[in-house]
Every structure is written in C-alpha cells, then in structure tokens.
C-alpha cells in the first residue's frame, strides 16, 4: 500500500508494541526512468556495447573510454571479483581493473533501450567529497540480447549499515564521536545534492551510506531512486525504505519536498544512537503508529502540512514521548535537540541540511585540535563551495571554524551573503 488509507489507524494499533530489533527493511525501491527517449550512446561511453554474459563473478569486461576532446582512447579490462549487493535494480559487484590494479564497484542494470537512464545522468552531474563518484559507463549485452547499464564507481568497502551492526551485534553503542562524523558528513552530502544539483535522494538509509574504515570518510550512495523535484509536478509516495520514510509519503503525498530526506537522516541518526531502529513499523499503516507513539497524534495542520489532499482525520489522541525518554539518560541534550529539529511531522519545519551541518551537536567537530580517535585527521569537513551560496554570513561562520577562516583566507562576499 502506497500511503495510509481513511479510517485504517484505531487504539489498537496504538496499544500494539513491536520487537524493535526487527530486520531492517532491505528492499530496494527503483525510480521511474528517466523521459521517454530513444537510447543513444552517451558521450562518456565511447564504446558503448560490450559483450557480456548472465555471470558476473570470474567474468572479464572490456570497454573503451576517452577519445573526448583530444583525449585519447585506451581500452580498459576489468576482472569481477565478488557480488557486494543485489536488488529489484540489478547487481553491484567488486571489480579490479587489470591494467591499474585499482579496485572499484560497478553497478549493473537491465536497461531499456526507450529510455535514458535517470541514475546515469543524476551521478554526471555530482562531484563531491561525501557523494559517491561515477568514474565512467558502458553498456553490455548479453546472448539473449538483454541491454545492461554498467556504471563503474569509486569502491568504498563498508556500508553505515555494517558499521553498526558490529557495535551492535558486541552490544556496543557506537562511540558519539563518530556518531557526529558520519552525520555530519551525511548532512554535507545532502546540502550539496539539495542545493547544488537540486536532486532529493529518496532512499536515504544505512545501507545506502558507504563509509571508509580508515578515514571514516562517509559518502551518499544508490541514486537509483534519486530525483529532480521540481515544484508543482507530481512524485510518486511509494518511495523510500519504510522504517525511514517520512510521513507526507505515508499520507500519500505527492508534491513532497527534499525535506524527506532530512526526515530519514533524522531516523539514521535516532538509530545510530539508540542502536535500533526508531519507527520500526511493519506496513506502511504500523509505520505511522510507531511514528505517533513517539510524536504523539498530528494536528489537523500538521496533516494538512503533510498533505492538503488528505481529508479523512480519524485519529486516535496519542500524547508524545518526550525525546529525552526515548534516548539514554546520558545522551547529551545537543543529540536529543538535534533529532528533534529533523524529526517533525511538518515538512517546512524540519531543519534543511546545512542548518544541520552547523547544529552545537558538531560543535566538537569544528575544534582546532579535534581528529579521529586513533590521532588521525578528520576526513575533509570544512572544503564547502557551491553549497553555500545564499547562505547568511552567521550561517557560514557557524559552519567555518575560525581557525580554518584564517587558514584558507576566506572572503565570504563571494558566497552571495544573506
């Protein structure tokens, strides 16, 4: 079910508790394609067709790349090492390339050939620390004649997901300061992807938040559901991982903002600390439950915030659970505010990423001496460009510390100030 149907929500789905170390939901859900259009050889892809068959570990793929703008063309081989994820979408497997030895993943697709595809031209556009980098693309067919979209990225060995799992699984909880990294860092990717590209993620999650075990450098994965939102043209609801997906979807909203993905990022911050997930509902209507036992009831105008088109309010009254209950006593009073300023029912009130970036709860982060645990750097925290412009100065000089001011000179009039 795509959203929550009239008159589906009583008591006793209120009264029902639920195991909250239930499996993550890990089913993927694909976009629709791109516009429809004939399929073309795009220009990164100068040997577009490859041979290839229905294996993919062992199997060995040749393409040729360059021969753009005086570049000149090399054929590159890569060699298929193991199946790190498979989905509705297709599969992505580690691949090295034999020629330089370099490790990368390559996603792989089955490709119609009326349509362009939406990922492609969605990770063309992105270049950013904390955003997974497409190095190039091919297609391959097979001897069924099946189209398949090869996209060969930068390969970061662990998922947010499985970094978890290992403090939880020791019954751990992750170390805070990492905690503050990764959201951090999750928090960048998304201002960039908002602001600069104008993209919306759509299924922000553990699973898609790769992460680094050496530098702890995070980056935003799986544009498969990823889109321009563009304002007055309808989306559709069913989109995003359930235990992450924001209300305005459940509600069957269609004209939604990025401001959905603030709401997952809010939940993957509530699990990182908690250990488990925080609305861990089993349809789409349990979901809202689990949602309004922490949030208590939704006002007439938070529905209509969330969806003008939803009439029927046949809510039970539900009081909230005050935040600083749901998380450990010892949680600091930064982490729970945070989470409350991601995790409200009204879309328009929800932080926006880069308000995010500079809440206190990063405070420690911004430290001239602060590093990583073992004495080592911080991975890149501080090298914003274009996702500042617009941004007030006040805005800037709580996202800059001033110690890195100084370092890199910065003239802020640049930015195009408040």
Known sequence: MASLPPGTLDNHHLQHHHDQGGAIAARHLTAATAQRSEMETDKGMSAAIVEGNDTVTGHIISTTIGGQNGEPKRTITYMAERVVGTGSFGVVFQAKCLETGETVAIKKVLQDRRYKNRELQLMRLMDHPNVIYLKHCFFSTTPKDELFLNLVMEYVPESLYKVLKHYTSSNQRMPLIYVKLYMYQIFRGLAYIHNVVGVCHRDVKPQNLLVDPLTHQVKLCDFGSAKVLVKGESNIAYICSRYYRAPELIFGATEYTSSVDIWSAGCVLAELLLGLPLFPGENAV???????????????????????????????????????????????????????????????????????????????????????????????????????????PELINRLIPEHIQRQMGLNFSHFGGA
């Open 286 to 392: 349990d979901q809202l439950v689990e949602i309004i036992k922490v949030l208590g009831t939704p006002t007439r105008e938070d529905v209509r915030c969330m969806n003008p088109n939803y009439t029927a309010f046949k809510f039970p009254q539900v009081k909230g659970h005050p935040w600083h209950k749901i998380f450990q006593k010892r949680m600091p009073h930064e982490a729970i505010d945070l989470a409350s300023r991601l995790l409200q029912y009204s879309p328009s009130l929800r932080f926006n990423a880069l308000e995010a970036c500079a809440h206190p709860f990063f405070d420690e982060l911004r430290g001239p001496n602060a590093c990583l645990p073992n004495g080592r750097p911080f991975p890149p925290l501080f090298n914003f460009n274009q996702e500042l412009v617009g941004a007030s």
